[in-house]
């Protein structure tokens, strides 16, 4: 009979090397990482490995979230969680997880480090006896809840072949509550595991991460492009959209009088009213222009009075947020802004361009000129926002606007007729 504390049983064996292979499937795929951890979890179970509980935790590239957690549970438990940036200089108690990282940042500065044999370390508390429940109270409640061993991996993601400085990665728990813990072959088979299993959430992390960089920054559907290989120099597509430009009136003079945290934190609330109602409705933000921004409906298969009506609901909500952060801002004393709208409708040439090294994925074209030359009329007008003819055909509510006669645009040959909402 053989010996669990000596080698693995052959069924175990087996299936451990399949969960293997399906973990190296899983890297080249760039497999959602729930998925991943959660398969993972579930196939350690099945080749009899008595996992009770396991837990992921890892870095991430992302505007509001400095790392997330990934709880799976026997009962059939799981759950997400998502920290804010500043969470991990904010933990407030004693954590094996922490003090882990902590010895394995120590570990990454040596330069040799990252020719090591191994370089996940692991750190074992064997609950049942006692081992760390008086320094972490985390591990104390496992215990109380039935845990007897628990092992704790850390996972980094160097870059260029180096560990230093070691911030991004990721942290592994795995629990069990089998009396005597987890045999010894079976920890040496996790161990062994877990640098695949590193390498297959790693890849599903890094696509994450590109798609939040790349849709954070180039907005969403112009980050998918770029990511599916649409960065070719001079590749463009004639599409039909409304057009929304916006601008915050009063900006530069406030840029002059303001503290640089103050008036950073200022723009990006306004931005925030303005950018939030587009996309909420489908809109895509392609740029932000210093104190404005420049967004478009695409009509593609919708129908574009349908489109319409939705940019200029999307236009009306950033005109009552930024109404509504006024009013805040001037009961507190605080200076203010206005916000200047156009809408227009037409064809514009979507795609790359720029030089051979530096690309723009953006909309050039005659309606893209004329929308902000339209924004500029807003306060010659004294209205805060200016329509285009086009627009208010396409969206065929004319009851919706009063003319505001015609109005001489720069850089175009003959007077347009411009709408206001009425």
Known sequence: MTDRADALPAATAAALAGLRRWLGNQALMAGPVQDVACGFADGLLAAGIPLWRAYLSATTLHPEMEAFGLIWTRDGGREREEYGHGSWGRMA???????????AREAAADPAAARAEDIVPLT?????????????????????????????????FGFDGTLHPLRTGASVTLATDRPGGFAEAEVRAL???????????RAGIDLAAFRTVLGTY??????????????????????????????????????????????????????????????????????????????????????????????????????ERIAAINLRRAE???????????????????????????????????????????EHLCGALGVPMV?????????????????????????VRAPVEVFTPA
Do not use: W
């Not at 203010?336 to 690309?359: E, F, I, K, T």
């Not at 723009?360 to 004329?370: C, H, Q, S």
């Open 93 to 103: 108690s004693p954590s094996p997880i922490y003090e882990a990282v902590l010895a």
């Open 124 to 156: 074992r508390y064997r609950l049942e006896r006692g081992e760390g429940v008086d320094r972490f109270p985390i591990l104390a409640e496992f215990r109380d809840a039935g845990a007897t061993d628990y092992l704790c991996f850390i996972i980094p």
């Open 191 to 201: 161990d062994d595991l877990m640098p695949v299993f590193g390498a297959a959430i």
């Open 218 to 319: 180039l907005g969403r559907d112009v980050g998918r492009r770029v990511l599916d290989g649409e960065i070719r120099r001079g590749s463009v597509e004639t599409i039909s959209a409304a057009i929304l430009v916006g601008d915050l009136r009063g900006f530069t003079a406030l840029a002059d009088a303001l503290p640089q945290g103050q008036l950073v934190s200022m723009l990006d609330d306004y931005l925030d009213a303005l950018a939030t109602p587009v996309e909420a409705r489908g809109g895509q933000v392609l740029k932000f222009m210093g104190d404005g921004l420049l967004a478009t409906f695409a009509f593609a298969e919708d129908d574009p009075a349908e489109t319409c009506g939705r940019t200029l609901a999307a236009a009306t909500e950033a005109l």
């Open 332 to 374: 507190a004393g605080a200076p203010v802004m206005s916000l200047d709208v156009a809408l227009h409708a037409g064809d514009v040439l979507y795609g790359n361009v720029g030089s051979g090294q530096r690309l723009d994925f953006t909309i050039i074209g005659p309606a893209v000129n004329e929308a902000a030359r339209l």
């Open 387 to 411: 329509v285009s003819r086009r627009f208010v055909e396409t969206l065929a509510a004319p009851q919706l606007f009063r003319c505001l006669g015609l109005q001489t645009l720069r850089g």
